[in-house]
């Protein structure tokens, strides 16, 4: 399978790259990058630092540094740190970004890998919606796009009614869902339930001393966050899961429901049914331990 992250790489993001780089079915055959856990330049910088990292030589396209019609975003740095990757400050510059912006790199491997490509979103939807906007047969080119985003049949994280993804671009993800190409999300009714618990960090770092010992390093900043804010033992395992449901879809039980996203209030970025609009498919139950599993297993293989 061909697929693309569009990813803001943040350490959940860190872990969902060195997944698809290390599952045998996916040829990861390229990054776009957006704002959201970072700014735009630093998730380039991280996705290029990583991918020199796991001896993958692909593109790297820069996207979007602010949500549609702003012009401003601050960075999730409580979660994810002040570079993006936990404690670790000092994340070297390799190589240099795509000559063409995410969208249009999107629109253009979209169009040669015409009912192929698989574009995994792991942050707000902004390259998304601007692909869309850029060619009007990008839709109908792409394979299927896969979100991790949204909280429809339980509580948000960012507020109450909004995941994060989703909230940090609305009026993105709304132009999404108004017209959406065959699409599956993977929201937090799914990706709370793949929690990564410090004893897995532990195995995957004996198991894989190179890069398991490195997520583990950049994941602690992460799951002192997870216990402190949200009590919980372990992180989610957000952008792996919707990796995962790429080529896994049969370890997660879906429903089909057009969506809408609110755009403005104080329900800002709750992702809700819209019988009205197309159908995706929503994620509403996962294998939660399988999918924990089937992650420690692949990226294990890794040095
Ligand atoms: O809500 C979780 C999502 O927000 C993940 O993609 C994480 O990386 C952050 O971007
Ligand atoms: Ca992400």
Redesign the pocket.
Known sequence: MKLIIDT?P?I??AMAIAYAVAAPEIDLIGLTTVF??THVHQSSRNARFLLNKLGLDIPVAEGAAYPLGSDTHAP?EHVHGPEGFGDLTEILEIGSNHDLPAAEFLVEMARIHKGELVVCA??PLTNIANAMRLDPEFTGNLGQLVI?GGAVFCSG?ITEHA???IYHDALAADEVFSAPPDTVLVG?DVTLKTLYETADFEDLARRSPDMGAFLRDISRFYLNFYREVGGLEGC?L??STAVIACSHGSMFNMVETGLRVETEGDRLGATQPDPARSVVRVCRNVDGAGVVRLFTERVASLP
């Open positions: 803001d943040g959940d993001d959201g856990n999730s792991v942050g991790m994280n995941e994060a993804n937090l989610g957000h952008d």
